[in-house]
């Protein structure tokens, strides 16, 4: 958390810590206020859908994949031009998954959402204990999110927004993307097709930026039930040490359980609703990365790398958050295992003896069956670079 630390001294990082659920909503308005750029709204059970944003934005789904296509089979003879066509046909998969699961089934995110919002009122979170606890997973949330917002939509702003400075510059039209909605080399043509290019990138950005922001939000408030656990665990030792009596010992063992169940149900309801959109999303931008890394060598394709960041950037969250609560996990397990149970009742033993078997099996952050960790990210990227390398052997 040093890093954590460093990054506060700059004020876009900085927060002021006002307790958990402060912060909690706090993201929720955030993430709300760009949700409302595509016409949704994630968290609140009572809104209409049918607005010209969001039916836009369904439409241009649907339209982008006809054009990739269409685009795609009008330059079936020139080779440069039709992979140029799929080189992000990856993410019209990936947005299909994010609005299935994300919107359509978006009421098992306000089931998330409103098991949160019960969890802090309960009287375990007025615990001064737990208020600290959660501070650093609140802290890493509000640094994460700065970066998804301002990484995501920059990074896509560019991708749209660059071709279309440098064709101007050079009076010669350059498209971001291969596919066209009008396969004509006039201005009036390159207008009409950098419109909708840069109307499906604004909707990439934002869906991009809102599900991923959830998923981070979810998953380190997840870490910081983990934290407060073992602050609850070390204060229960601290009171043991004091030759308390046994009543304080219960309380605060009661605690623990109560922080722990609500964890363990709070994960089941977190890897329902993520896991098969993980594994969709990790084959969707795996095969974004390939396609464009695979564009920039064969023809030179430069966004292609830009491309590649955006869609490893968005691997690395999940990959990122996953190992960091893997770990978290490992860490609750230890400490659970260094406690001084042999100090309780036989009663309070069977319950610490509980609480490590269950906690020493995880809900870990999946895509069905592969663990999304550190060593998953590294797999996938050598998969890739070991892909392209052939590729330039191939093409000396």
Not at 106 to 121: A, G
Not at 158 to 163: K, Y
Not at 257 to 272: A, D, F, N, S, W
């Amino acid at each position: 958390m040093d890093l954590v630390n460093r990054l506060q001294r700059y004020r876009i990082f900085r927060l002021d810590y006002k307790g958990a659920e402060i912060a909690y909503t706090n993201v929720i308005d955030r993430l709300e206020y760009f949700s409302s750029f595509m016409g949704v709204n994630l968290f609140n059970r009572v809104f209409n859908f049918c607005n010209f944003r969001y039916l836009w934005g369904v439409s241009s789904l649907f339209i982008y994949i006809y054009l990739v296509v269409t685009s795609t089979h009008y330059y079936r003879h020139d080779i440069e031009k039709a992979l140029s066509c799929v080189t992000t046909f990856g993410f019209s998969t990936q947005g299909a998954s994010k609005i299935y699961s994300f919107i359509l089934r978006r009421k098992k995110v306000i089931e998330v959402h409103e098991m949160n919002m019960e969890f802090f009122k309960l009287d375990i979170m007025k615990y001064e204990t737990v208020q600290r606890a959660f501070k650093p997973s609140v802290h890493l949330n509000h640094i994460i999110l700065t970066l998804t917002v301002y990484g995501y939509i920059g990074i896509v702003a560019f991708i749209a927004l660059a071709p279309v400075f440098y064709a101007i510059i050079i009076s010669k039209p350059v498209l971001a993307f291969g596919f066209e909605a009008i396969h004509s080399d006039s201005w009036s043509a390159y207008a009409f097709n950098s419109w909708f290019q840069v109307n499906c990138t604004y909707y990439v950005a934002f869906l991009t930026t809102v599900t991923d922001g959830t998923f981070i939000l979810y998953l380190l408030n997840a870490t910081g039930q983990i934290d407060a656990i073992v602050e609850l665990l070390h204060e229960l030792d601290d009171i043991m040490a004091k030759g308390h009596g046994e009543q304080q010992i219960e309380e605060q063992l009661q605690r623990i359980i109560t922080m722990h169940k609500h964890h363990q149900l709070y994960m089941r309801k977190v890897e329902h609703l993520f896991n098969l959109y993980f594994l969709i999303s990790i084959a969707s931008l795996c095969f974004n990365m390939s396609i464009s890394l695979a564009a920039f060598v064969l023809i030179d394709w430069y966004l292609g790398v830009v491309v590649s960041c955006f869609a490893s950037a968005q691997i690395f969250y999940m990959c990122f958050l996953g190992s960091y609560y893997e770990t978290k996990s490992e860490y609750l397990v230890t400490e659970l295992g260094a406690f001084d149970w042999y100090k309780l009742s036989v009663k309070n033993r069977k319950t610490i003896k509980f609480l490590l078997m269950v906690s020493q099996s995880p809900i870990l952050v999946t895509a069905i069956v592969e663990n999304l960790n550190v060593a998953a990210y590294l797999k996938i990227h050598k998969t890739v670079y070991s892909g392209i390398m052939m590729l330039l052997r191939m093409k000396d």
